[in-house]
């Protein structure tokens, strides 16, 4: 499960790579995992139609970056303290069975998707026997987009939750990821999106035609180095 990762550094890039305006929020770190805010860029939500209201049209590319929650929490859920629970087990979502989970799937099938960049990814290296902290990364040093959906929940006080999951697809015959997890265990790797495919992926219009997106990124572009420990 990859529940780490780090922000764009410096904010120039979000501009640069993505073309949506650095995050403001202070409270949105360089590093993300389970219920901390981190950053996504999503297709505006269409507004209800009212007549007579004018809406504010989008960017030139449509897109808009918005700060939420590592660790999506479902619309079903009954209350906040449940979805603080349930939303620490829910920062990946299995490609696979994104259209069948319960957790997943209204998400998934109501093309709530968003793009997640990031610098790099954390992956535990356990060839050792122990938990080695691993920073995965572009061999070119350029930000990645990962595949996530995102959500809105809003309780019966009026408490509203944005919140966010990143994407993963298998990667048994990886040639750098199956390194990576639980000997035994099913190898799994982020959804990384190649350059020129975000517009795409956020626009894709049927669920099926978002899922040729769901495949694993080449190993020959991606490094892996062990994170040293800072005392």
Avoid at 54 to 68: D, I, K, M, W
Avoid at 106 to 130: E, N, Y
Wanted: glycine share 8%; aromatic share 8%; with cysteine.
């Amino acid at each position: 499960m990859s529940s780490q990762y780090e922000c764009l550094c410096p904010d120039h890039l979000y501009r640069d790579i993505f073309e949506v305006d650095a995050p403001s929020d202070a409270t949105v770190g360089l590093k993300v995992w389970p219920r901390r805010p981190g950053v996504f860029i999503r297709n505006p939500p269409v507004p209800p139609s009212v007549e007579g209201v004018e809406h504010a049209s989008p960017g030139a590319n449509g897109r808009e970056l918005v700060v939420g929650q590592f660790g999506l929490v479902p619309p079903w859920v009954k209350s906040a303290s449940d979805a603080k629970l349930r939303s620490t087990k829910l920062v990946n979502a299995r490609a696979e069975t994104v259209s069948t989970s319960n957790n997943f799937r209204g998400t998934w099938l109501g093309a709530q998707r968003c793009i997640v960049p990031m610098m790099a990814f954390h992956q535990d290296d356990w060839r050792s026997g122990k938990a080695v902290p691993t920073r995965i990364a572009r061999v070119d040093g350029k930000p990645m987009g990962a595949a996530g959906l995102w959500e809105t929940w809003t309780g019966a006080a009026g408490e509203v939750i944005v919140s966010f999951c990143l994407l993963t697809v298998n990667a048994n015959s990886h040639a750098l990821m199956r390194r990576y997890g639980h000997a035994g265990s099913e190898k799994r790797m982020l959804a990384i999106l190649n350059d020129g495919a975000y517009g795409a992926w956020l626009n894709a219009t049927q669920p099926e035609k978002a899922r040729e997106f769901m495949r694993a990124y080449p190993a020959e572009g991606l490094t892996a180095n062990p994170i040293e420990k800072t005392y």
